[in-house]
């Protein structure tokens, strides 16, 4: 039995989310600095830990809780309303303590009982050896885009290979420890800064088949590899990359809804100078505007809410694998989420004006964030929108998402 504490009761959910609430106005706090230095401040992260948020979907065994998908989504939109990096990291910070679920049951004791953060980069761009051993393997390679890494002690890396029970090369990801790898700091980029997004290069690293999470494996409806040890663990219970990829909807949505929010109070106390000084609350076009996005966010929210819907039916039928069509449906869900946040967001801070540019004014961060999140390949809307277009015709969608 793992040396941890078992909690029995369910998630307070106005409990967790005064400590999204807190964790945000924290972060919003520092967010001016957090984007010089490209990072959080660390006393962000400890608030995150502080508050649980990465035990919440644990196996119980493990000290996990009943959370929620709302709830779930709820936490992360609600640090976003704040800061959209510090929600970035929350949300990774929930997500990632699923995977070692899956793995041997030495694996997720060791990985589980450390007490650390974890990270990962899904990009299959490792090159993967069997070792001398007979039992474990190396890898090697440059992974980009390793979101927290400088609070992380392990690190799950992408790689195909054909692992020693397969018959072919699947995707894994291989987790080695901070310590055996090499941080390269890029991450120099226009929105999102504060998750500290840099690369990792590890060079021949020893990798023991107990650290190896099966992706390929789990999206096809694997469970635990040593058998079910928790047959009603919630992620047991439904498609994997539905679950794991399903927060970055409600990043955008609560970055877009602070927007909107402060979009309502500018227009409210804005005079036109250059136009009589006139107040910009008795203008119809400031009026439309307010109209028109806050019905957008209100159908994102909407949106949002089914994506959680099936989410919780996947989980009342125990659905692990979905059909194509099902699961290309998910995809453009988060393309259309992700896009329709940015366009809207770019809309705001170009009909708020010069001033809207200030950084002291969050505006022009916001904006920046929510560009920097519909840039992530899991919800590109090109890709969403082709791959599920060819899945309404019958065909084979997007190969991953």
């Known amino acids: 039995m793992p040396n ?18 807190e964790v945000g106005e924290l972060a919003e706090a520092h967010a001016l600095q957090a984007d010089v230095d490209a990072k959080l401040p660390d006393i962000v992260i400890e608030k995150i830990k502080e508050a649980g948020f990465h035990k919440l979907l644990r ?10 998908y709302y709830t779930f989504g709820d936490i992360i939109r609600t640090v976003a309303n704040y800061s959209v990096p510090a929600a970035w990291i929350t949300y990774f910070a929930i997500i990632h303590e ?11 004791d060791e990985l589980y009982n450390s007490g650390s953060l974890m990270a990962d980069v899904f990009a299959p761009v490792g090159k993967v050896t069997d070792d001398e051993d007979g ?14 890494v400088f609070w992380c002690d392990w690190i799950a890396l992408g790689a195909i290979h054909k692992m020693r029970d397969g018959s072919e090369p699947e995707l894994s990801l291989f987790i080695v420890h901070k310590k055996d790898t090499e941080i390269i700091e890029n991450w120099d980029t226009i929105g999102l800064r504060g998750t500290g997004s840099n690369a990792v290069k590890v060079e021949d690293v020893y990798v023991p088949a107990h650290y190896v999470f099966p992706l390929s494996r789990v999206v096809k409806g694997a469970t635990s590899p040593d058998g079910s040890y928790e047959d009603d663990y919630q992620i047991f219970n439904v498609p994997y990359l539905a679950f794991f990829l399903s927060g970055f909807s409600q990043i955008a949505i609560g970055g877009l809804e602070r927007l909107v ?19 910009e609350k008795d203008a119809g076009s400031a009026q439309r505007t307010l109209g028109e996005i806050t019905t957008q966010l209100n159908s994102l929210k909407a949106i949002g809410q ?96």
């Open 4 to 21: 941890v504490q078992v909690l029995q009761k369910t998630v307070n959910r106005e409990e967790i989310l005064q400590k999204a609430r």
């Open 306 to 401: 089914q994506y959680m819907d099936k989410l919780h039916h996947y989980q009342d039928h125990s659905i692990r694998v979905l059909e194509e069509e099902e699961r290309e449906q998910l995809f453009a869900i988060r393309g259309h989420v992700a896009k329709t946040a940015a366009e809207t967001a770019t809309r705001i801070i170009i009909t708020l004006g010069g001033n809207s540019l200030y950084r002291g004014q969050h505006t022009e961060r916001f904006v920046r964030d929510l560009l920097a999140v519909a840039a992530h390949p899991t919800h590109l809307y090109e890709d969403a929108m082709v791959g599920y277009g060819k899945s309404i015709l019958g065909l084979d969608g997007h190969p991953m998402w």
């Open 135 to 148: 039992e474990g393997y190396r890898i090697s390679g440059t992974w980009n885009f390793c979101s927290g």
């Open 261 to 279: 929010s402060d979009y309502k109070e500018k227009t409210k106390s804005r005079v036109r100078i250059y136009n009589n000084n006139t107040n």
């Open 59 to 68: 196996p119980k065994t493990y000290g996990g809780q009943d959370l929620d």
């Open 98 to 108: 699923t995977w070692p679920a899956y793995l041997p049951k030495k694996g997720r």
